[in-house]
């Protein structure tokens, strides 16, 4: 009998299992998928993600990765910059990063299970297309689109706000040591360098049906960079959406990553949030008490979830997009304030509310 089933080897669920077995507790993880497993997604780990994986044991080579220091948002008109402020953070291939941590976990003796689908969930265990398979603890790693939440009853709270994501890599320097974020008519571009000679583009969009050779025509200030660059990936394409499971625990059962809660992809903190969920939901387990888990992870998601609306805000309004890019670049100094909250810089829950209700007034008055 194992100690804890994880459902989902992607980041989350594989942070989840490593976690566990630093705290001692035998982990089974389950995936119908086999490696190298992508996912379309901007590729940015930041300071919070980069911290929490080395309390995982993770090493992060500099020869795979690429550092950038900050962020950089811009439309037709406006452009505002802005330094990360404390931490590192780093642009990284997904099935790269996704190989280190397999290979973590293999180091500390999880034992994967490829290629195996869950047939149902029962009292005494979890019936799967490789057999039956007991354990104390069952965890869903399985996404935004969960079967363990759903069968655990567990659905979102609220309206999540849906949106897509296509992503491709092109074989091209770095023209800049920042995260771009370009800013469209309800669409944006975020350009994050992931290699000495590689960049990735993801496009975020309500329109399903635009794609990445089309929207470059709209955002010229990154189409000239990349116009011509040989395609190194082919586009891949996901649903990506702000909402979240409440509660995240139920008896044995508990979610984690975009099955307990996702931010859309524009805000970049998939994987910040799934690491520090892991953490905490590890040192629930060992304890014995998901209860812990539930307060640590409302606490997690709060600032994410907070700047990832006003985000979204800027995306719904091109009236709202100018006047807060314009107030950026007059106040360089505030948008570094947005950018120190987002990236996980010290400071209180008052103090990121009252920073985002003042932001609030500016632009309103801007």
């Known amino acids: 009998m194992q100690d804890v089933l994880v459902i989902g080897a992607g980041p989350a669920g594989i942070a989840t299992a490593i976690a566990s077995s630093l705290k001692g507790l035998r982990v089974t993880v389950i995936d119908a998928r086999k490696p190298p497993i992508d996912k379309p997604c901007g590729e940015g780990l930041l300071p919070e993600a980069v ?44 099935t790269v990063f996704h190989r280190l941590l397999i290979d973590r976990a293999l180091e500390l003796g999880v034992n994967f299970l490829w290629g195996t689908r869950v047939v149902r969930l029962e009292p005494r265990g979890t019936e799967t297309s490789s057999g039956m398979i007991r354990s104390k603890w069952l965890v869903g790693a399985d996404g935004s689109r969960s079967t363990v939440r759903r069968v655990a009853r567990l659905e979102r709270g609220g309206c999540a706000r849906f949106r897509f994501g296509f992503r491709r890599h092109f074989e091209i320097a770095p023209w800049t040591d920042c995260v771009e974020v370009h800013w469209g008519d309800r669409c944006q571009l975020v350009v994050t360098p992931t290699g000495a000679r590689e960049v990735c583009v993801a496009l975020f969009t309500s329109d399903s049906r635009l794609r990445l050779d089309r929207a470059l ?19 891949a394409g996901t649903p990506t959406l702000l909402g979240r499971a409440r509660p995240v625990s139920r008896g ?34 060992s304890r ?51 950018i120190s909250l987002h990236t996980g810089a010290p400071s209180s829950g008052a103090l990121g509310a009252a920073a985002m209700l003042d932001l609030g007034w500016r632009v309103m008055w801007a």
């Open 51 to 94: 911290k929490a994986l080395g309390q995982l044991g993770v090493k992060l080579d500099s020869n795979l990765l690429f550092r950038f220091s900050g962020f950089h948002f811009l439309d037709e008109t406006s452009s505002a910059s802005a330094q990360i402020p404390a931490g590192d953070a780093f642009g990284v291939r997904r």
């Open 252 to 285: 044995r059962i508990a979610l984690v990553g975009d099955a307990s809660c996702t931010v859309d992809g524009v805000a970049g903190q998939g994987l910040s949030l799934a690491f520090q969920q892991a953490l905490q939901l590890a040192d629930a387990l």
């Open 217 to 235: 025509d709209r955002f010229p200030g990154a189409c000239r960079h990349i116009r011509g660059a040989q395609p190194r990936s082919l586009e």
């Open 288 to 338: 014995e008490d998901l209860s812990r888990y539930a307060a640590a992870h409302a606490r997690i998601a709060r600032m994410p979830v907070r700047v990832t609306r006003l985000l979204l805000a800027m995306n719904s309004s091109s009236l709202l997009r100018r006047k807060v890019l314009r107030l950026f670049a007059a106040k360089p100094t505030l948008f570094a304030k947005m």
